[in-house]
């Protein structure tokens, strides 16, 4: 063991570290760990990690989940499945967080493997997610025997998720019944009905979950389908769309539930259509939903923000008008809004897209350019006789004009990483698609080495909400040089805490982009670990961009490089801006901030 002093509080950090390092370095029981601890807390993960290293080598299992732990936050994630994997047979904890790791990255059967392994060593927090997983896959009884056990062993989770399931499978045996009795009855509109908490917007965590339910609920809406509910066949459907696989089949039936009559199915496939970025398909679906039994409100909303997304503004008003939320904005044709009721949410989005209308009439800048019409003919000629490039360049020009469905043709037709690429980004930026399916798009480009590819996919499943593979992805940008993407790794690095030094170095990245924004970050945190002089051109390239909060810390490391009297007039600027900076922050925030006064 390493011995402590009594007078420990009292000893000087600098010394307190030489002491426990050379212990390390001698290779005392205990030190390693006990080094690396103290390494870490001073935020210096750097010099920790050989420390924990040669604490997990000598069989430390905490050493090698804090091993893990680091690797994994900094989106290493190999080495992070490497060091859970030295200690996973022997210790629940590493068997857990290797479990969740393999998870996330989707291999749920080595993730059940391995809570199950973490069970039988007596980790309840293994029993408990593995139990889950096992109902997830709809394995009921094992699962709820299993969230028994952990539950008596006093883990909370286990005893909410067991209640939860228990009552999922008690509405499940209601449904059930409800459409049995529709059958047995042969009422399409009843067998539709028996569903329809299936659809509450607070089911969907339930279907995230658990899987299983996924499936069931479709076999339900199968059997509403049987009895004859077209309704029935396009919730079916929606269920069915969740598996990217599948999705082909899933239109297919949307497709039959219009054949037989149900005006909604054309609405969807219009969404779909659009969602995927066949804009001219969705226009038409669209269309189509309207012209059935006295228009579709929604058809018509999605149909005018499509034609406002190409610039065919004298149509996108007509079509938003038609929703019957008619001029009643102040603002929209100049009428006051005295009078007028409160409106809801949809309401709200038809007159914000009226309002956009007219403020893209009142800038030349969002309308077609001018001279981009000229060229255009000029650029078809050469396109009808050419190749992939020209094909590009034709493509271009029409997606600067806002002729996105033409445009998607021609980028389709020129086929190369470039056209492919750009055919991604105006269909998800501007052509309403969703960004998860216009990925395949960006990776040719991605492939070959463009950054920005990259960094947009990684913005893409970031929005997405699957932060992993974002960060996959942020990190290949930023390796092909992106500032932004490896702004984003330091900034996600600094707000898990607890490694400011990898945070910095990617900060340090950005800046050399030309970012403002990390070029303070970085700046400031070689201030505080002392490292004035290299702070010191990053913050002069922070104050030069104009970031507030810079002087303030330019100041502090001219103070540290012993030159106060030029630290003194940057204090005076830092103490002009402080007003304003304080007005950036909340009440709470406001507090960490310093006053230069």
Not at 65 to 77: M, P, Y
Not at 101 to 127: F, N
Not at 188 to 211: G, T
């Amino acid at each position: 063991m390493v011995e402590h002093s009594s007078q420990d509080a009292a000893v000087d950090p600098e010394a307190e570290a030489a002491r426990l390092r050379a212990a390390a370095a001698a290779g005392k029981p205990g030190a390693y760990r006990a080094y690396a601890e103290l390494l870490t807390g001073w935020g210096r993960l750097d010099e920790a990690l050989p420390w924990w290293a040669r604490a997990a080598d000598a069989g430390d299992a905490d050493a090698s989940r804090t091993l893990a732990i680091c690797h994994k936050d900094r989106g290493e994630f190999a080495e992070a499945e490497r060091w859970y994997r030295t200690a996973a047979d022997r210790d629940g904890g590493c068997a857990f967080g290797l479990a969740r790791l393999l998870q996330e990255a989707g291999d749920t059967a080595g993730a059940e493997r391995w809570y199950a392994h973490g069970a039988a060593l007596g980790s309840v927090e293994c029993k408990t997610n593995g139990a889950v997983l096992l109902a997830a896959r709809g394995a009921w009884d094992t699962a709820l025997e299993r969230l028994a056990e952990a539950s008596a062993e006093g883990d909370d989770v286990a005893a909410h998720s067991r209640r939860a399931i228990q009552n999922m499978l008690r509405d499940l045996d209601g449904w059930r019944a409800a459409l049995a009795r529709a059958e047995a009855e042969g009422d399409p509109e009843e067998a539709y009905e028996a569903l329809r908490e299936l659809l509450d917007p607070e089911r969907k965590a339930m279907f995230e979950r658990y899987p299983r339910m996924v499936a069931e609920a479709e076999a339900l809406y199968a059997g509403a389908a049987a009895v004859g509910s077209a309704k029935a066949l396009v919730d079916q459907a929606l269920f069915i769309a969740r598996d990217d696989g599948r999705w082909a089949e899933a239109r297919a039936l949307v497709e039959r539930a219009h054949e037989r009559g149900y005006d909604g199915a054309a609405y969807v496939l219009g969404v779909w259509a659009e969602e995927n970025g066949e804009l001219r398909t969705a226009e038409e679906w669209y269309r189509t939903a309207d012209e059935a039994d006295g228009g579709h409100m929604w058809a018509c909303f999605n149909l005018g923000v499509l034609c406002v997304r190409q610039r065919r503004l004298e149509e996108a008003e007509r079509w938003l008008r038609a929703t019957g939320v008619d001029g009643v904005e102040a603002g929209v044709d100049g009428v006051e809004e005295e009078g007028r009721g409160p409106f809801d949410e949809g309401e709200e989005r038809i007159v914000a897209a009226l309002r956009d209308i007219a403020a893209i009439r009142a800038d030349p800048e969002r309308m077609p350019p001018a001279e981009w019409e000229e060229r255009l003919p000029g650029l078809r000629a050469r396109a009808e006789e050419g190749g992939p490039d020209a094909w590009f360049a034709y493509a271009d020009a029409l997606d600067r004009l806002y002729r996105l469905p033409e445009a998607a043709e021609w980028y389709r037709k020129a086929g190369t990483p470039r056209a492919l690429l750009a055919l991604g980004r105006m269909l998800y930026e501007g052509g309403g698609a969703k960004g998860l399916r216009m990925v395949p798009y960006y990776e040719p480009a991605a492939a070959e080495g463009d950054a920005g590819a990259a960094y947009d996919i990684g913005r893409i499943y970031d929005e997405a909400g699957d932060r992993r593979t974002a960060q996959i992805w942020f990190r290949r940008a930023a390796d092909l040089g992106h500032g932004r993407a490896a702004w984003w790794l330091g900034w996600t690095s600094e707000e898990r805490g607890g490694d400011p030094q990898h945070a910095e170095r990617w900060y340090v990245r950005a800046a050399r982009s030309g970012l403002v924004p990390p070029a303070f970050l970085a700046g400031r945190s070689m201030v505080r670990r002392g490292a004035c002089a290299e702070a010191e051109p990053l913050l002069r390239m922070a104050c030069e961009g104009e970031h507030e909060e810079a002087p303030y810390w330019l100041a502090e490391a001219l103070r540290g490089l012993g030159r106060t009297e030029e630290a003194d007039r940057w204090l005076r600027v830092a103490a002009e801006a402080y007003p304003d900076v304080l007005a950036q922050y909340g009440e709470m925030a406001r507090l960490a901030i310093r006053d230069p006064g």
